[in-house]
């Protein structure tokens, strides 16, 4: 399991960024974006060291307006409750997901 996820375009704002993934992922417009946190991403790529900063975000959809917009790279769209996401999930999924959980209950 994966969320969302893109990089900026050339000259790109950072909230247009994350509102064109948003469109071109899910086929809706954002209702509102927040900063939830960033943080250094340390991984593995078949022996080679990467180094990321990801910009983690909370985004706000009517989800009655979510549809798959990348089919070819998304196989199933669902809602989940925090306790219940399915497996197997994005290595990084955990920690950014406790980003945005602690945005959220701070609010």
């Known amino acids: 399991m994966d969320c969302g996820a893109g990089a900026l375009e050339f000259g790109e704002d950072i909230e247009a960024a994350v509102r064109r993934e948003i469109r071109e992922e899910y086929g809706t417009e954002p209702e509102e974006v927040v900063l939830a946190a960033t943080t250094n991403v340390l991984r593995d790529n078949n022996g080679t060291p990467t180094h990321w900063v990801a910009l983690i975000h909370a985004v ?48």
């Open 60 to 107: 706000r959809v009517n989800p009655e307006l979510v549809k798959n917009g990348d089919p070819e790279k998304i196989d199933d769209l669902g809602w989940f409750a925090p306790d219940q996401l399915p497996e197997p999930m994005h290595s990084m999924l955990e920690k950014h997901f406790a980003f945005v959980r602690h945005l959220i209950e701070s609010r």
